[in-house]
């Protein structure tokens, strides 16, 4: 669901959204494939190449995001949260050079965490739209925001949480509990992780369910 889709007029903008879309099915196979610690210890060669078509995915979908936001207008929402897309799309593009850089010098720890940063920044647009959703269902109507305008200070706190907070504090927090935390911070992040997983499964439910299949059945 976008504010502009396909548009007849526009054949060019048209090829280049579908591939926006074609490389984010493509990266989050990959992606996936990628966090398997077997693969990556049974099929080494295959990991590498799949990390540079997954770096390389990522980058293409920063770079597309961008021109979706300030040259297309095929997103909603207002200034800020245009303003957090852009912010998400940089930190895509900062993690993948990270992540490459890591890579090519054998820094392997190093790129394995900035591989995980990349996996759950450029994750942003999923977790906003699901986190949206969950909202939604608890609330059973727009809360903080305008469903006809699709602006409001929900969707700007959401915006920054989803693309820019959340994810890669989460992340931190989990990468410290695993390096030295004790039994204690490693229950709370735990914890904390399984009610953001619950909140997940809840959105995802949410959206498939009203917005989704509705769609698809047509």
Do not use: E
Not at 126 to 133: A, N, P, Q, S, T
Request: glycine fraction near 12%; aromatic fraction near 12%; charged fraction near 10%.
């Amino acid at each position: 669901m976008l504010p502009r889709g396909f548009d007849a007029a526009d054949p060019l903008g048209n090829a280049l959204l579908g591939l926006h879309l074609l490389l984010a099915v493509a990266w989050v196979t990959g992606g996936v494939l990628q966090l398997i610690p077997d693969i990556r210890r049974s099929s080494p060669a295959f990991h590498r190449w799949n990390g540079r078509m997954y770096i390389g995915f990522a980058a293409m979908l920063a770079s597309g995001g961008l021109w979706l936001v300030w040259v297309r207008g095929g997103v909603a929402g207002d200034l800020t949260q245009h303003l957090a897309i852009s912010i998400n799309a940089l930190l895509i593009l900062g993690c993948s050079a990270m992540a490459w850089r890591a890579a090519r010098s054998r820094r392997f720890s190093d790129h394995q965490r900035w591989a995980l940063r990349l996996f759950v920044v450029a994750s942003g647009v999923w977790f906003f739209r699901v986190g949206l959703m969950a909202w939604l269902a608890v609330h059973r109507r727009p809360v903080g925001f305008d469903a006809a305008t699709f602006q409001g200070p929900f969707l700007t706190l959401l915006a920054f949480g989803a693309y820019v907070v959340l994810p890669l504090a989460l992340m931190q927090l989990y990468l410290n509990a695993k390096d030295r935390g004790g039994a204690v911070a490693r229950f709370g992040v735990a914890a904390a992780l399984s009610m953001v997983t619950l909140a997940i499964c809840g959105g995802t439910f949410a959206a498939a369910m009203g917005l989704w299949l509705p769609r698809m059945s047509l």
